[in-house]
C-alpha cells in the first residue's frame, strides 16, 4: 500500500491510501483541490472517502469532490450526514474497501460521534489521537477521550498514527515542559525539528513511539502526575488526564 500525505489549510493533513493498482480511498477531505491534483498526478482512482468527524477542516471538500466522482460513497459517523456521508458507520463496524479492511472504532471526545478507521497497520484517528498530544475537548468529556486513547493504545506497536493535523513539534514543547528531563522526548524533539526544518512532515508516527513521547498515554506516570499537581496515587488516571489536557489547554 503507498500512503500519502496531502497537505491541507495551515496544518491539515487529507490522507490518500492507494493499492498497486491505485485505487484509493481518501480521509478526511476538508479541502477538494489538492487532492484532486493528487489524484491527477498520480492516476489514482478514488474508490472511497472516508470521514472521522464533522468538522468543516475536515469535510469542506466532500461536494466538490463528489462533483468529479458523483458515485464514490462517503463514510462516516452520522454527525457527517448532513456534510455528504452517503454511508452511515459506527464503532465495531467492519468495512471491506477495494480488498481492503477497514475496522471503525468510537472514539467520542473531541466530538461526540468522532470515530477512527483501522486497517492494519495504519489508523486514521482525525482529531482525537495527535503525535504527542490529543485532540481538544470540544464535545465530549475527558472521561470518554481517555477511554478513546486507551482503546486505540491497545493496537498493536507497529501501528501507523495518521493524525490529521501536523501539531507534533507543539505538542513536543508542552511534553518537555511537563517532563523537561524525559530523554526519549528531548531525543524526538530534535529529530522532528530537523524533520520540519526540511518541511518533511512528522506523520505517521509508529504507535510503538507514541508510547514513549506522548504525554496522554503515559497518565500512569508518577513523575508526570506529580508535576502537574495531582495527589499520588491520583483518585483515578481519568483525573489525571483531565488536569493533563486542561493544563494543555492553558499552555
Known amino acids: 500500500m503507498n500512503l500519502i500525505s496531502i497537505p491541507a489549510f495551515q496544518d491539515n493533513y487529507i490522507w490518500l491510501l492507494a493499492d498497486s493498482q491505485k485505487h484509493c480511498v481518501i480521509v478526511d477531505p476538508g479541502e477538494a483541490h489538492p487532492v484532486l491534483a493528487m489524484l491527477n498526478q498520480g492516476d489514482y482512482l478514488p474508490q472511497a472517502i472516508l470521514l472521522t468527524h464533522h468538522h468543516n477542516d475536515h469535510v469542506g471538500g466532500v461536494a466538490e469532490l463528489r462533483r468529479h466522482y458523483p458515485n464514490i460513497p462517503v463514510y462516516g459517523p452520522q454527525e457527517t450526514a448532513n456534510k455528504g456521508a452517503t454511508v452511515i458507520v459506527k464503532g465495531d463496524d467492519d468495512l471491506v474497501i477495494a480488498g481492503q479492511n477497514y475496522h471503525v472504532f468510537a472514539v467520542p471526545g473531541h466530538t461526540l460521534g468522532h470515530i477512527a478507521y483501522y486497517s492494519k497497520p495504519y489508523l486514521f484517528c482525525g482529531d482525537t489521537l495527535f503525535s504527542a498530544g490529543c485532540g481538544r475537548l470540544f464535545e465530549g468529556t475527558a472521561a470518554q477521550m481517555y477511554s478513546s486513547i486507551q482503546q486505540l493504545a491497545q493496537l498493536p506497536d507497529e501501528t501507523l498514527i495518521c ?22 522526548i528531548a531525543t524526538y524533539q530534535q529529530q522532528i525539528m530537523q524533520l520540519r526544518a526540511k518541511n518533511l512532515p512528522s506523520l505517521p508516527v509508529k504507535l510503538q513511539i507514541e508510547r514513549k513521547i506522548n504525554v496522554f498515554l503515559r497518565c500512569n506516570d508518577v513523575d508526570l502526575q506529580r508535576k502537574i499537581g495531582v495527589i499520588s496515587p491520583p483518585e483515578s488516571l481519568v483525573s489525571v488526564f483531565s488536569e493533563l489536557r486542561a493544563q494543555k489547554d492553558r499552555f
Request: hydrophobic share 40%; charged share 25%.
Open 163 to 184: 493524525s490529521a493535523h501536523e501539531y507534533t513539534l507543539a505538542n513536543l514543547k508542552f511534553a518537555r515542559f511537563i517532563l523537561p528531563s524525559d530523554h526519549d
